[in-house]
């Protein structure tokens, strides 16, 4: 029996506005490769035959950063290649307006040691994990990652040689009295095309088909699945042409779906000084690792910050009554405070997640598929398990 539903949607790449993510967080890269102790907080604009940055960015050999060369490959990269489009590498304005850090934001970040870092902003930040799918996010938002990620390795491999960059998936899930994901009521998909295919004879048969295909392990499509596959009729008109596309515009579809509170600060282009996006990380990798320790099926953790300050000002834990074995929040949140298993302060966990020199992934890669969910990242790993039920084994 559905007691209810709920809905999450994601983005492709080709996305406005994560085209803006794409390259704030390649010029992070890029900057962070030249110097891993660079500060960057770069926003990107994008619009028709155009794109701009801005905000600060301080690092040595600033010279050497190519930030148009950086935005052509980026563009590039996702697809838009085709000038009669209104939106194409090789054609599009560029205009690079950062500039340098303030200096009073750097005074209470630059110390000497990880121990005495402080952190970049104030703000609280938000962890979650469930167990709904194997990589314990969310089902309703991991399913439509899932659905983004295989439209595009359709389009760039030429299998479905009419399919553009700019698409948005939406899934509607159905859960049970004991809130577990029971079925997929409705599935929404607005992909860009080209002008060619006919809409009701090729491109709903064969987007719907690759649907039913990338979900079917999930076993939650059955015969009342409502689909809609472009459902204005045409979509031809897309990306930065179509619509302005902004940085951090997306930061539901970043994280949980809405399956969990944001604190308000975006990731992409900022370095992990920022507390916005590093203590995101981190506060999902502990609430993964109490979740995959089996302490609670759900966890969500909230941490907050002063600027300047090296230890968080407050912590919060929420297990949603899926506690297991004796442990509970009061605990949890002890555990956190004592700083033995997981270190929130912003040094400390920039260096114990390597987040200045990042190793088999970039943060551009964040910006297509979600920040959470992929064993890629080092904030999904579950190696503190072990840790956490000894803690709690010793507090019973």
Known sequence: MI??????????????????????????????ALDPCAHVAAESFVGRDFA???????????????TAKIVRGVVRDIGYDQPNEGFCWNTLHYEDRLAAQSPDIAMGVNRDSPESQGAGDQGMMFGYA??????????????????????TAERKSGRIPWLRPDAKSQVTVGYDEFGRPARIAAIVLSHQTTAEPDMDRVIR???????RDELADTGMIDGETRFYVNPT???????????????????????????????????????????????????????????????????????????????????????????????????????????????????????????????GWSYRDTTNGGHFGRDSFPWERTDKVEAIRSFFDSAN
């Open 3 to 32: 007691k209810y539903t709920f809905t999450s949607e994601a983005v492709s790449e080709g996305h406005p506005d994560k085209v803006a993510d794409a390259i704030s967080d390649a010029i992070l890269d890029a900057a962070l």
């Open 52 to 66: 701009a940055n801005l905000g600060e960015i301080s690092m040595i050999r600033r010279d050497d950063l190519d």
């Open 130 to 151: 469930v167990r709904e799918t194997p990589e314990l996010m969310p089902a309703p938002i991991a399913w439509a990652h899932r659905l983004m990620r295989r439209f």
């Open 205 to 211: 048969p064969t987007i719907e088909a690759v649907i």
């Open 233 to 359: 009729g045409r979509f031809v008109i897309g990306g930065p042409a179509g619509d302005s596309g902004l940085t951090g515009r997306k930061i539901v579809v970043d994280t949980y779906g809405g399956s969990c509170p944001h604190g308000g600060g975006a990731f992409s282009g900022k370095d992990p000084s920022k507390v916005d996006r590093s203590a995101a990380y981190y506060a999902r990798y502990a609430a993964k690792n109490f979740v995959a320790a089996g302490v609670a099926d759900r966890c969500e953790i909230q941490v907050s910050y002063a600027i300047g300050v090296p230890a968080p000002v407050g912590y919060r834990v929420d297990f949603f009554g899926t506690v297991h074995g004796g442990a509970s929040e009061e605990k949890a949140v002890e555990l956190l405070k004592s700083g033995e298993i997981f270190d929130f302060r912003p040094g400390k966990l920039v260096a114990e997640l390597g987040l200045t020199s990042p190793k």
